[in-house]
């Protein structure tokens, strides 16, 4: 019914940028919050920043200041701009989207399938 796909990961050096996209298709009526989540090897999945309907946002401390979310509404697309990036950034990163679909008529949660970010020199 609904696809969530990323693109954008990557290898990158400590200190360098990344941009992750993420594109929902499908049976969409609308989409609410959107969200970035990353699970590094050995951790639980964590959330690293997420965006209203309205463009709210917020962020996991470790992240404020150098990650940005923001999203196209026509393009059903939510973005992460990844600056300064360090090593413990590493990770699959996962998008999320909580939609409400013509073919259900419900709104549910939904994921991609992750995009790895590896952060070395």
């Known amino acids: 019914q609904v696809q969530l796909v990323e693109s954008g990961g990557g290898l990158v050096q400590p200190g360098g940028s990344l941009r992750l996209s993420c594109a929902a298709s499908?049976?969409?009526?609308?989409?609410?919050?959107m969200a970035w989540y990353r699970q590094a090897p050995g951790k639980q999945r964590e959330l690293v920043a997420v965006i209203t309907s309205g463009r709210n946002t917020n962020y996991a401390d470790s992240v404020k200041g150098r990650f940005t979310i923001s999203r196209d509404n026509a393009k059903n697309t939510v973005y992460l701009q990844m600056n300064s990036l360090k090593p413990e950034d590493t990770a699959v990163y996962y998008c999320s989207a909580n939609v409400f679909t013509t073919a259900t008529m419900t709104s549910r949660d939904y994921w991609g399938q992750g995009t790895q970010v590896t952060v070395s020199s």
């Open positions: 499908g049976t969409i009526l609308s989409i609410n919050a």
